[in-house]
């Protein structure tokens, strides 16, 4: 049985920080790309940032990009999801996923396979909440 578990959420003030930790159990998690959604309600799940087998590459959202730092560690079987700089635009419901598909991210078509929420991910948690007041 395949869990993802999401913790760290909160509500914070603009401005401020975060750290989202995600753990995994169930299959060989050395193996594959995790990734970070958030959904707002509303609106569709997006991708916020991707991280390959060995810690690299990474990639990440527009709207994040220089705010937040996606790392693991595959002696814990976690991810993380470093979030600073807050803004209320942030606000979402964040969920952890994962893939044993690997892909070659050098392809504009992977790429774009790793930041949206479809089969490319075959494992979801549960989500964590993040708020983010002004």
């Known amino acids: 049985q395949v869990q993802l578990v999401e913790s760290g959420g909160g509500s914070v003030q603009a401005g401020g920080s975060l750290r989202l930790s995600c753990v995994a159990s169930?299959?060989?998690?050395?193996?594959?790309?995790m990734a970070w959604f958030r959904q707002a309600p509303g609106k569709e799940r997006e991708g916020v940032a991707a991280?390959?087998?060995?810690?690299?590459?990474?990639f990440y959202a527009d709207s994040v990009e220089g705010r937040f730092t996606i790392s693991r560690d595959n002696t814990k079987n976690r991810v993380y999801l470093e979030m600073n700089s807050l803004k209320p635009e942030d606000t979402a419901m964040y969920y952890c996923?994962?893939?044993?598909?690997?892909?070659?991210?050098?392809?504009?078509?992977?790429?774009?396979?790793?930041?949206?929420?479809?089969?490319?991910?075959?494992?979801w948690g549960q989500g964590t909440q993040v708020t983010v007041s002004s």
């Open positions: 996923a994962a893939s044993r598909e690997l892909g070659d991210y050098r392809l504009p078509a992977t790429r774009a396979l790793l930041m949206a929420a479809g089969p490319f991910y075959e494992y």
């Open positions: 169930g299959y060989t998690y050395s193996s594959n790309v």
């Open positions: 991280i390959y087998t060995d810690g690299s590459p990474t």
